[in-house]
Nanobody
Framework: VQLVESGGGLVQPGGSLRLSCAASGFTFRNYRMSWYRQAPGKERELVAAISSRGSSTDYKDAVKGRFTISRDNAKNTVYLQMNSLEPEDTAVYYC?????????????WGQGTQVTVSS
C-alpha cells in the first residue's frame, strides 16, 4: 500500500490550495479515504473523509464550507480542495485509509504534505 500526497505549499490567508493523494497497492474504489492534519505541538486530527463511491462526505466543523473532499476512482486519487485558508489551517496534511475488516484493521498513511498559511 502506498499513499503519496502532493500540492502543499505556502499560501496567504484567504488563498486556496488543492491537495492530491495518489493511492496504489489496494483496490482503491472499495475503501473510504480520509485527510488528517497535524499542527506543531498538537495531535493529528481528522479533517475530511469520503466514502468508497464518493456519495458520502464528513468534515471537521472548522473546515465546513471551506474545504471539499473528492475522489476519482478511475485515477485512484483523492483530493482536498481548500479555500479561504486561515493561519489556523497550517499543518502537515496526511492521506489515510483503513484496510481490513473490523475488528482487524490497519491504518495506512502517506508521508504528508506541508501547508503553511501566512502573510
Amino acid at each position: 500500500v502506498q499513499l503519496v500526497e502532493s500540492g502543499g505549499g505556502l499560501v496567504q490567508p484567504g488563498g486556496s490550495l488543492r491537495l492530491s493523494c495518489a493511492a496504489s497497492g489496494f483496490t482503491f474504489r472499495n475503501y473510504r479515504m480520509s485527510w488528517y492534519r497535524q499542527a506543531p505541538g498538537k495531535e493529528r486530527e481528522l479533517v475530511a473523509a469520503i466514502s468508497s463511491r464518493g456519495s458520502s462526505t464528513d468534515y471537521k466543523d472548522a473546515v465546513k464550507g471551506r474545504f471539499t473532499i473528492s475522489r476519482d476512482n478511475a485515477k485512484n486519487t483523492v483530493y482536498l480542495q481548500m479555500n479561504s485558508l486561515e493561519p489556523e489551517d497550517t499543518a502537515v496534511y496526511y492521506c489515510n485509509t483503513r484496510l481490513g475488516t473490523s475488528p482487524i484493521t490497519l491504518d495506512y498513511w502517506g508521508q504528508g504534505t506541508q501547508v503553511t498559511v501566512s502573510s
